[in-house]
């Protein structure tokens, strides 16, 4: 009885240590992915993002949750609601069939400004 608890003793370590092993062996494997496009829509009530890219005509739908973060180009926390119709990059992994978005970060949209010149003319009386 007594070799039976010494080798019970001895087998548990290293069936832990394996498991840790192969737990550490599976985090490794994560990948994460960007893309950048302007956000089409947003949905809360099904926790989907779809982004538009300025390349293609195509729309590419995400999943995001409560874990996704939300910010700005400089780090600083935005809405769900600020990113509409905004440029972005997401961050997402491959979970199944679903791409679920780990970040949103908003891109400064760009401005083009133009300058115009009215000239009005009179005629002399």
Do not use: F
Request: glycine letters at 4%; aromatic letters at 4%; hydrophobic letters at 30%.
């Amino acid at each position: 009885m007594r070799k039976l608890v010494l080798q019970g003793l001895v087998v548990l370590p290293l069936a832990l240590a394996v498991s840790a092993h192969a737990e550490e062996r599976r985090q490794q494997t994560v990948t994460t992915t960007t893309y950048s496009g302007t956000v089409s829509e947003v949905s809360p009530s099904s926790s989907t993002i779809v982004l538009k890219s300025e390349s293609s005509p195509k729309t590419v739908t995400y999943v995001y949750n409560d874990k996704t973060a939300w910010v700005d180009a400089t780090g600083n926390q935005v809405t769900v609601e600020k990113v509409r119709h905004q440029p972005v990059t997401i961050y997402y992994q491959q979970d199944g069939d679903q791409m679920v978005v780990t970040k949103v970060v908003t891109q400064k949209p760009t401005v083009i400004e133009k300058e115009t010149t009215t000239t009005r003319t009179r005629e002399a009386e």
